[in-house]
Nanobody, 121 residues
């Protein structure tokens, strides 16, 4: 069984910073892409940033230059450094990973439980 556990959300003032982390655990053969998504109240879940196993990244236009995604393959961890936060960044942030479990032929998409980020003006 594969689990994703996020940490690092909270309340911050506009202009501040937060760092989110997500650790993948369980019976893992390999992890492909990892990423962060967010969902604000009344809106659809959207991509924030993704990173491949080789470190190639892509970001939503709204966070480019402010957010940085990194991963530690040895620790099965992905992190999101968020700087210059604005009220419109307020959302539940979800970790996502494409994981090939031990004994499986294919990779599957797994999600964390979500962590709340609230930015006050």
């Amino acid at each position: 069984q594969v689990q994703l556990v996020e940490s690092g959300g909270g309340l911050v003032q506009a202009g501040g910073s937060l760092r989110l982390s997500c650790v993948v655990s369980g019976s893992i053969f390999s992890i492909n892409d990892m990423g962060w998504y967010r969902q604000a109240p009344g809106k659809q879940r959207e991509l924030v940033a993704r990173i491949t196993s080789s470190g190639k990244t892509n970001y939503a236009d709204s966070v480019k230059g402010r957010f940085t995604i990194t991963r530690d393959n040895a620790k099965n961890m992905v992190a999101l450094q968020m700087n210059s936060l604005a009220p419109e960044d307020t959302a539940v942030y979800y970790c996502n990973a494409a994981v090939r479990p031990l004994g499986e032929e294919f990779a599957y998409s797994y999600w964390g439980q979500g962590t709340q980020v609230t930015v006050s003006s």
